[in-house]
């Protein structure tokens, strides 16, 4: 239940917000939850250390860029 209810209240406040850090930091915790959640998924199924390590890397540089173009969409900075 709380988890549909932060997949839907997520665009209204990006929407609504007119403070810049506050939407800031609301991104940044959107993606944080993002990459949290696909670590664990890469720690079930990826066995190779090497790969894992790799593999969320390039995942948390992509996570930031994504985060950099949406704040950079909303006018943040």
């Known amino acids: 239940m709380m988890t549909k ?10 929407l609504v917000s ?4 506050s939407t800031s930091l609301l991104i940044a915790s959107v ?3 993002v ?3 696909h670590k664990e ?3 079930d199924y990826v066995h190779h250390d090497i790969t894992r ?7 948390k540089l992509l ?5 950099k173009d949406t704040m950079v ?4 900075f």
């Open 5 to 14: 209810v932060t997949f839907y209240m997520i665009p209204t406040l990006l």
């Open 18 to 21: 007119k403070n810049s850090i």
């Open 31 to 33: 993606y944080h939850q």
């Open 35 to 37: 990459y949290m959640f």
């Open 41 to 43: 998924i890469l720690l």
């Open 53 to 59: 390590k790799w593999a969320l890397i390039y995942f």
């Open 63 to 67: 996570l930031l860029v994504m985060a």
């Open 73 to 76: 969409y909303f006018d943040l």
